[in-house]
């Protein structure tokens, strides 16, 4: 049985509703606008039964807010009621955009902001809700997922902390380390990747990429995103290469070990495509150095391809690398905040995820499965597939 004839047989939870906090509001619109043209096409045996009026609506987002006072303190406000709705929360904590007034200060919203005025959304509820579902792309702390000295474990109480409040589900992507789940075994927490998106937007720009063996390789640019690249090269059908970070761990440099060298493993690379895939670039350093060396390793192009493009320090070095000719394309999604100097280089691509998005929160309100959502391995092959199908006839 397909999704969508799952989707018609199956009863929703409670009536939709989606909170998007101020960092998420564009992202939220562009979702609202795909749940609203899923709902009026779908044939759903009960959308036009009076216990699910609302079902079908023109529109699915609910007015709140977190207004400051002139102190800097906030408090969460609804404007709507929540009673009895299967609520979604959509927040990005990476948006440091947004901005609020302190005394006579302006202040840029930091993660920490974005957190807790995602706590006061919910406390706003005061358990009046179905079910809060918090839909949190990037993943807030995730990469203090573990301790390694005297720290704190910073994501892990947050997920404990949100549990607590009453949240039943937590979907992300591509979490730093999804084992932190293990902090809150009892409550939901999905973790979605956008391989699809960003293998669609790849092929989508370049025409002439031959995906196989002999003439892509998949690099994973540290031990980390190594799972990552395994699976993605499997499904693409090409082989896997590896960096591996050389640290100094003598030295704590902004709050971590300095690299001092990256260092390849894998076959040769020699005129050869090649797709680095990680889920974040900060600073970018890590990536651009893996750039670098692969194509001194006589690397043909070199594409990166990330969820989050942060790009914490700025454009200035990409661009620098992009003119030295170290890389083609970056390609990322728009799950996180990205300014205008970001989406204004001609070498970057953005991946929209709305629709994969707002996909997810009506099968979740629907209980369906997401199996095939969370490894969408048969729509990358059927589009590589007919990719290649399209390359090859271009050259007959």
Same mark, same amino acid.
């Given at each position: 049985? *397909?999704?969508?004839?799952?989707?018609?047989?199956?009863?929703?939870?409670?009536?939709?509703?989606?909170?998007?906090?101020?960092?998420?509001?564009?992202?939220?619109?562009?979702? !609202?606008?795909?749940?609203? *043209?899923?709902?009026?096409?779908?044939?759903?045996?009960?959308?036009?039964?009076?216990?699910?009026?609302?079902?079908?609506?023109?529109?699915?987002?609910?007015?709140?807010?977190?207004?400051?006072?002139?102190?800097?303190?906030?408090?969460?406000?609804?404007?709507?009621?929540?009673? %009895?709705?299967?609520?979604?929360?959509?927040?990005?904590?990476?948006?440091?955009?947004?901005?609020? *007034?302190?005394?006579?200060?302006?202040?840029?919203? *930091?993660?920490?902001?974005?957190?807790?005025?995602?706590?006061?959304?919910?406390?706003?509820?005061?358990?009046?809700?179905?079910?809060?579902?918090?839909?949190?792309?990037?993943?807030?702390?995730?990469?203090?997922?573990?301790?390694?000295?005297?720290?704190?474990?910073?994501?892990?109480?947050?997920?404990?902390?949100?549990?607590?409040?009453?949240?039943?589900?937590?979907?992300?992507?591509?979490?730093?380390?999804?084992?932190?789940?293990?902090?809150?075994?009892?409550?939901?927490?999905?973790?979605?990747?956008?391989?699809?998106?960003?293998?669609?937007?790849?092929?989508?720009?370049?025409?002439?990429?031959?995906?196989?063996?002999?003439?892509?390789?998949?690099?994973?640019?540290?031990?980390?995103?190594?799972?990552?690249?395994?699976?993605?090269?499997?499904?693409?059908?090409?082989?896997?290469?590896?960096?591996?970070?050389?640290?100094?761990?003598?030295?704590?440099?902004?709050?971590? !070990?300095?690299?001092?060298?990256?260092?390849?493993?894998?076959?040769?690379?020699?005129?050869?495509?090649?797709?680095?895939?990680?889920?974040?670039?900060?600073? %970018?350093?890590?990536?651009?150095?893996?750039?670098?060396?692969?194509?001194?390793?006589?690397?043909?192009?070199?594409?990166?391809?990330?969820?989050?493009?942060?790009?914490?320090? %700025?454009?200035?070095?990409?661009? !620098?690398?992009?003119?030295?000719?170290?890389?083609?394309?970056?390609?990322?999604?728009?799950?996180?905040?990205?300014?205008?100097?970001?989406?204004?280089?001609?070498?970057?691509?953005?991946?929209?995820?709305?629709?994969?998005?707002?996909?997810?929160?009506?099968?979740? !309100?629907?209980?369906?499965?997401?199996?095939?959502?969370?490894?969408?391995?048969?729509?990358?092959?059927?589009?590589?597939?007919?990719?290649?199908?399209?390359?090859?006839?271009?050259?007959?």
């Amino acid at each position: 049985m *397909s999704k969508i004839e799952e989707l018609e047989k199956a009863m929703p939870v409670a009536p939709l509703k989606l909170i998007a906090l101020k960092g998420a509001a564009s992202l939220g619109e562009r979702i !609202n606008q795909h749940l609203i *043209s899923y709902r009026k096409n779908i044939n759903n045996t009960f959308k036009n039964d009076p216990a699910f009026q609302g079902y079908v609506a023109d529109n699915y987002l609910l007015k709140a807010d977190c207004p400051r006072f002139g102190s800097g303190e906030s408090k969460g406000v609804l404007y709507e009621s929540v009673r %009895g709705t299967d609520l979604y929360i959509l927040v990005d904590v990476t948006n440091y955009s947004i901005t609020y *007034s302190m005394g006579q200060f302006e202040n840029h919203m *930091s993660p920490d902001d974005h957190y807790q005025d995602l706590k006061r959304i919910i406390a706003a509820c005061n358990g009046k809700a179905h079910r809060i579902n918090v839909i949190m792309p990037f993943l807030y702390e995730g990469r203090q997922h573990k301790r390694t000295a005297r720290e704190s474990l910073d994501c892990a109480n947050a997920l404990k902390e949100l549990g607590e409040m009453g949240v039943s589900n937590f979907i992300t992507f591509d979490a730093h380390d999804p084992r932190v789940q293990n902090a809150t075994p009892l409550y939901g927490f999905d973790n979605f990747s956008p391989n699809y998106q960003l293998t669609k937007m790849l092929l989508h720009q370049v025409h002439d990429l031959i995906i196989d063996k002999d003439n892509t390789v998949v690099i994973s640019p540290d031990e980390g995103a190594l799972d990552r690249a395994v699976y993605f090269s499997t499904v693409l059908g090409v082989n896997t290469g590896m960096f591996y970070k050389r640290r100094d761990y003598s030295v704590i440099v902004n709050g971590k !070990n300095p690299i001092v060298a990256h260092e390849f493993l894998g076959e040769k690379i020699d005129s050869m495509d090649v797709i680095i895939i990680d889920d974040m670039i900060a600073s %970018g350093e890590s990536m651009l150095d893996t750039s670098r060396q692969l194509k001194e390793m006589n690397a043909r192009r070199v594409f990166l391809c990330v969820t989050f493009g942060l790009f914490t320090n %700025g454009m200035e070095s990409f661009d !620098n690398a992009y003119e030295k000719g170290y890389f083609d394309y970056v390609i990322t999604t728009n799950l996180t905040y990205l300014p205008p100097e970001v989406t204004s280089r001609s070498y970057v691509l953005v991946a929209d995820m709305s629709k994969f998005m707002a996909s997810i929160i009506d099968f979740s !309100n629907h209980d369906i499965s997401f199996a095939k959502v969370l490894t969408p391995t048969e729509k990358i092959n059927k589009i590589v597939s007919d990719y290649n199908r399209r390359v090859f006839d271009d050259e007959e």
